[in-house]
């Protein structure tokens, strides 16, 4: 299976900011599920999601 860069960022970020994917959802602008199926491959994001998740690594990394 093809590591998805962006996608091991975001689990990177979870990891760093101690958060579980339905905890972190939100700032990406997608539900729990399909943050999940990310991280598990089950499902690769659309060009749009990418931008999401652009803006949600960043929103994540704010957090103190």
């Given at each position: 299976?093809?590591?998805d860069k962006q996608i091991e960022e975001i689990r990177k970020?979870?990891?760093e900011k101690g958060l579980s994917p339905r905890m972190a959802a939100p700032f990406f602008?997608?539900?729990f599920?399909?943050?999940?199926?990310w991280l598990n491959?089950?499902?690769?994001?659309?060009k749009l999601s990418r931008r999401a998740?652009?803006?949600?690594?960043?929103r994540v990394q704010?957090?103190?």
């Amino acid at each position: 299976m093809m590591r998805d860069k962006q996608i091991e960022e975001i689990r990177k970020v979870l990891t760093e900011k101690g958060l579980s994917p339905r905890m972190a959802a939100p700032f990406f602008e997608v539900g729990f599920r399909t943050l999940y199926r990310w991280l598990n491959y089950e499902s690769k994001p659309t060009k749009l999601s990418r931008r999401a998740i652009k803006l949600g690594i960043r929103r994540v990394q704010r957090l103190k």
